[in-house]
């Protein structure tokens, strides 16, 4: 949830699978996402290869060859933070299973606006003015490396190292909310 | 008899922390430092440094035995296990048995006490199995057996007709059956029943009447929201009005 971002997700697995996707050395990935109103159609088909791509590097998928993980995502509102909130769902989830990853993952939007200014997790109609928009996706580990980039409008390189750079702070923000969480999820044992 | 208290064979566990995903446990060089250490699940070690790959909370025995203890619904097999299972399919001299893993479990019909080729033990679709897996690995397909190594049945094989199973998380199975942890004993104070306690998460419960064995299911239920000891009240209300 972000502001007025919000995103359902669940993780099922490792399950069953059909024999035509079953893999001998690594388990396949299936990300589904629905849109709060319409139908789905190509922009959900394309976040959904978007999240794939960026949920496949952080799990440990030959742990579990000859299975299925599947990740359902509901967008419930959208203010034009979808694709960041759906990753971190996402991310939440797949801790939530107890499905083995190499490592967690935060995803921040940021947009620069025609003067040049950097805004950390905009609002839809801060999007519509701005030059451009880019989601970043990152690496708990120390350097915070980048595991997706999304970019829509036009940026010169430094407004990128300006924005990658903004969000790789932005970042820190969201793995210290996924530790918070796991951290009261646990807190009865931690106290025995 | 004197055992070992479940505790000192552990060699007194303790949690460390609440890890993540990639979280840094500790750096092991094998060349280097004395002694070695244990990695149980939820970890793993890449270019000497151990990591964790479950969110959870970290825990470690004096032993140096290191794991993630997560708290999860999905049952990924583990050879020695004692798993409860349902036939779901008769392959020739082979039943497929679902244990809630991705793939289903086999048994052959040799394998419960007193089975040769000429008396078969013959199962019905359903039934309730309570057995042993000596085969589980993420290459291979499970498999079950309800002997021991001696051909002794040791309480496994086909649960009897009239109890109840259900599904619980499998932390709170494993917690149930923890020695430390006398939630099942003080249950039996009011209602008198059988219980069979799958690593899979799934429980069995018999009692002479049904609305012991719903109270009974419902009682061990509380304990995924609940720490042992908020439930033990609840539970112990919750029997009474039923008597």
């Known amino acids: 949830m972000r502001g ?36 789905s159609m190509i922009r959900e088909r394309a976040l959904e290869s978007v999240i794939m791509r960026t949920v496949e590097q952080a799990i440990l998928v030959h742990l579990h060859p000859r299975t299925a993980i599947n990740i359902t995502i509901q967008e419930m509102q959208s203010d034009g933070l979808a694709l960041s909130a759906s990753v971190n769902a996402a991310c939440m989830a797949l801790l939530d ?30 999007i519509q003015e701005s ?56 807190q009865n044992e931690i106290e025995s | 008899m004197s055992y070992l208290s479940h505790r000192e064979m552990l060699g007194g566990l303790e949690s460390v922390r609440v890890v993540l995903p990639g979280d840094e446990v500790m750096s092991y060089n094998p060349d280097s430092s004395g002694g070695s250490i244990f990695l149980g699940p939820g970890l793993r070690w890449e270019d000497g440094m151990v990591r964790a790959a ?74 309730l199995i309570y057995g042993q897996l000596i085969v589980a690995n993420k290459h291979m397909e ?38 430390d942890c006398p939630f099942l004993l003080t249950l039996s104070k009011k209602v008198k029943y059988t219980v069979v306690v799958g690593m899979n998460g799934r429980v069995w419960v018999k009692a002479a009447h049904q609305n012991s064995m719903v109270a009974l299911m419902n ?7 609940m720490t042992p000891d908020e439930a033990n009240e609840k539970a112990l209300k919750l029997l009474e009005a039923l008597m």
Do not use: W
Request: glycine content about 8%.
């Open chain 1, 4 to 39: 007025l971002n919000v995103a359902l997700a669940s993780v099922n697995g490792p399950g069953d699978v059909k024999v035509s996707n079953r893999l001998y050395n690594r388990s396949h990935l299936e990300v589904c996402y629905s849109p709060s109103t319409g139908h």
């Open chain 2, 54 to 127: 479950k969110a959870g909370l970290l825990k470690k025995t004096s032993r140096h035995l290191y794991f993630v203890d997560t708290h999860q619904k999905r049952y990924i097999p583990q050879r020695r296990e004692y798993v409860i299972g349902i036939v779901t399919k008769k392959k020739g001299d082979i039943y497929k048995i679902d244990i809630g893993g991705s793939e289903q479990a086999t048994i052959s019909f040799l394998s419960f006490e007193n089975a040769s080729k000429k008396t078969r033990r013959d199962l019905a679709l359903g039934d």
């Open chain 1, 131 to 186: 030059v451009a928009e880019a989601t970043f996706v990152f690496e708990s580990s120390g350097e915070a490396s980048v595991l997706t980039a999304h970019q829509d409008g036009r940026l010169s390189y430094e407004d990128f190292k300006k924005c990658l750079h903004h969000c790789q702070v932005a970042s820190k923000d969201v793995f210290a909310f996924y530790r918070r969480m796991t951290e009261k999820k646990y």
């Open chain 1, 97 to 126: 299973a107890g499905i083995q990853m190499k490592t967690t993952f935060a995803a921040v939007t940021c947009c620069i606006t025609p003067s040049g200014t950097v805004i950390i997790d905009p609002t839809e109609a801060e």
């Open chain 2, 219 to 225: 009682c061990i239920l509380m304990l995924e929201y």
């Open chain 2, 142 to 179: 499970p498999e079950m057996v309800c002997i021991d190594a001696y051909d002794r049945a040791m309480g496994m094989g086909v649960l009897p007709a009239g109890g109840v199973m259900f599904n619980v998380s499998l932390q709170v199975a494993r917690e149930i059956i923890n020695p």
